[in-house]
């Protein structure tokens, strides 16, 4: 077990087979490993890269959490929670009709920003909507332990209350 000190903050290291393997290599790991998931669109599968115990939120103030109208804005906390989470998506958004685009990936120990942009198609009335957003998570023993979502709500609101 070695440290590297930055500033305040240890970052850990093991070394695996005469190779170093940092913390920030496990964390972009889990990363990706989520983000491959979530494109392959199983809720299931995706839902095994969280904890058992998750903190979740989303970009809408902290008083429309559980009341914005939006089905899948809702209070979360738990790796069941986050299953649900990518049901509900599938369930409101047409298959096919999405697009997402990475535009970086910064790791700094077990905390990772996740910055891009995405496009969906709702359903309930065909409308495409697209938002930039920057995911914060933070990565404990390759499980996902926060996932905050920095995203355009009023985008989103606007498409899912535009009449089909």
């Known amino acids: 077990m070695c440290y590297r000190r930055f500033g305040t903050k ?26 491959q998931a979530i494109g392959a669109g199983d809720p299931a599968a995706t839902a095994t890269h969280y904890a058992e115990q998750v903190t979740w939120k989303v970009g809408f103030p902290a008083d429309e959490q559980d009341g914005s109208g939006i089905p899948w804005v809702r209070p979360r906390s738990t790796r069941a929670d986050m299953e649900d989470l990518y049901r509900t998506l599938a369930k409101y958004h047409v298959p096919g009709k999405s697009k997402s685009e990475i535009h970086a990936i910064l790791v700094d120990g077990a905390d990772a920003a996740v910055v891009g942009q995405f496009g969906q198609t709702l359903r309930h009335n065909n409308v495409f909507y697209t938002s930039e957003f920057i995911l914060y998570l933070t990565v404990v023993d390759g ?22």
Do not use: P, W
């Open 143 to 164: 499980l996902v332990t926060r996932h905050h979502i920095i995203e355009d709500n009023m985008s989103v609101k606007r498409a899912f209350d535009t009449a089909a």
């Open 10 to 35: 240890r970052y850990g290291c093991e070394r695996s087979k005469g190779a170093i393997v940092t913390q920030n290599d496990e964390t972009r790991a889990a990363v990706m490993g989520l983000l």
